[in-house]
């Protein structure tokens, strides 16, 4: 039986969503995942590179993966609004699953908001989450277990920014460096997948 693989549209809170719906390659799904895409207005889509390799990381380790694309402004609350939607339609697909929540960049900051907001999520899993945009103040006592995923070398978050203010984050936590040129991971794809399908099992036991 060919694992399902669907393009949905899914109604918004200002219209439809496009979305892409994706199981795991080699068995039944243990969890459905949501991933939330980088910023709109800079050319972000569900179709990024890196999150692609998170959605492909996640459904390695047995969940059901859907990206959607966010409206296009770019407002985090806004974003946090579509990304809910996107959720609630995801979980009448699997309503016998736990979920989780994942994120690049400006879609790390929607997903996080959303698992220290309502808990509830399984874990939430962080990638090159920005240092210098907005308040880091939910996550500071935000129990969901949490996995950051970051380039050495990103500039929207700088090592040295980064680690004291991951030092604040209420635990559990994971920090998983990839030796990496730039936010985007550039030329290490292949590592950054391999963190988060190492990294989940065992935010999964922290649960357990």
Not at 64 to 86: C, M, P, S
């Amino acid at each position: 039986m060919p694992r399902r693989i669907e393009s949905h549209f899914i109604e918004g809170p200002v219209g439809r969503l496009e979305a892409l719906l994706e199981e795991p390659e080699d068995r039944d799904p243990i969890e459905a995942c949501l991933v939330c895409h980088p910023h709109p207005l800079y050319g972000g889509t569900m179709h990024n590179k890196v999150v692609y390799r998170i959605a492909r990381g996640l459904r390695h380790t047995g969940a059901v993966v859907l990206r959607f694309n966010f409206r296009k402004t770019g407002e985090v609350g806004e974003g946090v609004e579509d990304a809910q939607a996107a959720l609630a339609w995801l979980r009448t697909q699997y309503p016998d699953l736990a979920y989780a929540l994942a994120g690049f960049s400006f879609g790390a900051r929607v997903a996080a908001r959303m698992a220290c907001e309502t808990p509830g999520a399984q874990f939430l899993l962080a990638a090159g989450y920005p240092t210098r945009w907005g308040s880091v103040e939910r996550l500071e006592s935000c129990s969901t277990p949490k996995i950051f995923v970051q380039s050495t070398n990103d500039q929207y978050a700088p090592r040295a920014e980064f680690e004291p203010m991951f030092a604040a984050f209420a635990e559990p936590k994971q920090l998983h460096w990839v030796d990496a040129p730039d936010h985007f991971f550039a030329g290490a794809l292949d590592a950054f997948e391999a963190a988060i399908v190492n990294a989940v099992p065992s935010t999964r036991n922290t649960r357990s």
